[in-house]
């Protein structure tokens, strides 16, 4: 089957699940993001059970009503094939099937242990919380107390009317059993980055406290293809403020996903969420344990091996968020016990507008502070970062400089983000640029307008200007009015400026000219100062006439 094709129907899916979820008057309430990514993530580790089953046993690989031999299986030589299906399966017991749920969707007979009829909706979801609970230690993230989230919650506490829930469920695995994600499971990162941007695009417009907006695929293929270049091995991926897990993502398929291993931290649960889904749908199963609930700047969760200090990686990414009031933590981080991590200072608290701090500051020194020795990082910062001249962002930019770890910057077209007007740049550090040319780009000018829902106006780059910005910046050359490579003492007579609008040459046009021609030039241009001035005078004193007219009427 064609991508396309492949595409349109996983679309159309998980449209028929919002029409659901509509039907019962929950569409766009708070829980309806829990039930779509949650029934879209139960059908899809269902089918994929199968499909590993299929490749683990080969007397299966065939067999065409494969759930009805599985039923038929004695129970220890199922818990065997079981052991066989990789690590990135949910194991699954035969209650847990679809098809065991459509089968018994009406079926009155079934008995709780008191004796009263058990609704379908409540199989469903204690169906869904079995699943979670057998697979608790593979595919459950953790929050900063190491109290694991299990994978499922119930979803029919969602419907208001008693009446309804059993409808409600009977509708979602009615349409689940009409789609089959089989062939999915040999796409990769590109079909399902699409497929779970459209998937929670309703649902991204608050995703808490630390991920502010939803990054853009755009931007995260432009930091990995600059962060990555030849074979890169057993590292790893650290993101402070994950949100969604776009930028990891992105680093992680460019790196390749079994070559690394990927840390996070976000104090938004619903971030976490979606970061689960995104990592199971990328094969980075192994990856889940990793990442955890919390504050970072407050509680940063991820420790060294000894346990006494942070843990330090070899690639962080992120898009921190630029603006929040962290006001009753203020004082908290700018103690003596957060001075070595926040060593720029921490920003004061402002009189009117607290929600104005700029703990994206505080997100970048984090960042340095967890770099290891050749580490490697990309932030997304606002463009005002790259020339304020005084205060915290100009320490940080010296402190960069002095310690030659600045690869280089990427000043984005306005609006690439279309929640936000708010000017970003990309800012590229590399502990081993010691000695190595700074890259300095201005690329505002690119990309094209597009409306967004009718209202925001969004920046979009075509694949061409995609390819310009990394192979540009990759290649270190300079390109007029584009790109510019510079030294740490050029960035230091500069005054610290990260702009490469500083850098650019300014270019007189220069024309030959005799003795001769010059004066006739000169000339020409006194005979029509002459005229200019004379009609001044003249309008001058037509307006003193008019006035005096006036003045006598």
Known sequence: MQIESLTIRTKRMIDDLKTICANVGLGGSPGEYKIITQVFLYKYLNDKFFYQVRKAEPSLAKEENLEAALEAMPDDQYEMLLAMLGGDTACLKKTHYISYLFNHQNDDTMKKQDGTTYPFHELFDDTLVDISNY???????????EEKIKLFDPISQYVIESAKKPLFCRAIINKLVE????????????????????????????FGKYAEYYTPHTIATIIARIMVQGGVQNVTVYD????????VLALAHQIGEGNCTIYTQDISSKSNEF?????ILNNLVHSLGNVVHDDTLVAPRHLNAQKNGLARFDYIVSNPPFNMDFSDNREKLAGEAYKERFFAGVPQIPKKEKDKMAVYLLFIQHIIYSMKAHGKAAIVVP??????????PKKIREYLVNHQMLRGVISMPPNIFANTGTNVSILFL???????????????????KEKVDGKNQKTVLSEEEITKIIDTFNAGEPVVDFSVAVSYE??????LSFSAGQYFEVKIEYVELTPEEFMEKMNGF????????????????????????VKYE
Not at 275 to 279: A, E, V, W, Y
């Open 135 to 145: 697979n608790l230690d593979v595919f459950s993230v953790q929050t900063g107390g």
């Open 179 to 206: 789609f089959s994600f089989a062939e999915v499971y040999e796409q990769n990162y590109d079909f399902f980055a699409q497929i779970f941007e459209y998937l929670i695009k309703d649902y991204n417009k608050d």
């Open 240 to 247: 402070p403020a994950a949100g969604s897990g776009t930028l």
């Open 275 to 279: 970061l689960r889904l995104n990592l």
């Open 383 to 392: 463009t005002g970062f790259l020339t304020a001249g005084s205060g915290i």
């Open 430 to 448: 590399d502990k081993d640029n010691r000695d190595g040319k700074v890259v300095l780009m201005d690329a505002s000018k690119l990309g094209t």
């Open 490 to 495: 050029d960035i230091k007579q500069k005054k």
């Open 526 to 549: 006194a005979t029509r100062l002459d005229g200019l001035f004379a009609e001044s005078r003249r309008l001058e004193e037509e307006i003193k006439q008019q006035l005096e007219r």
